[in-house]
């Protein structure tokens, strides 16, 4: 069984910076596409960033280009969402996902695993 904890949520002023951690258990972590999503109270879950197995492909929503970037350490089993120039509408859970590919066709789908989420509240 996958397990992902997340970590490194808090509240932060418009502007600035967080740093989501996602520590990934259960198998092996280099072989699998990995990404973050978001909710926001009263909306649907979206897709935020992926990343494939390697670390040498990423995707990101239009919404968070330029602002954020997803890296991952395999040999810590480990993935993160560097988060700068917060706004407002970025406040939402954010939850850590685990694909079921090394390489990501198509972002919203495939998705095996869910982590529990971390609240990431930006204040205006």
């Known amino acids: 069984q996958v397990q992902l904890v997340e970590s490194g949520g808090g509240l932060v002023q418009a502007g600035g910076s967080l740093r989501l951690s996602c520590a990934a258990s259960g198998r092996t972590f280099s072989r699998y596409a990995m990404g973050w999503f978001r909710q926001a109270p009263g909306k649907e879950r979206e897709f935020v960033a992926c990343?494939?197995?390697?670390?040498?492909?990423?995707y990101y929503a239009d919404s968070v280009k330029g602002r954020f970037t997803i890296s991952r350490d395999n040999a810590k089993s480990t993935v993160y969402l560097q988060m700068n120039s917060l706004k407002p509408e970025d406040s939402a859970v954010y939850y850590c996902?685990?694909?079921?590919?090394?390489?990501?066709?198509?972002?919203?789908?495939?998705?095996?695993?869910w982590g529990k989420g971390t609240l990431v509240t930006v204040s205006s």
């Open positions: 996902a685990a694909y079921s590919t090394g390489i990501v066709y198509d972002p919203r789908r495939g998705v095996d695993y």
């Open positions: 990343i494939s197995w390697s670390g040498g492909s990423t």
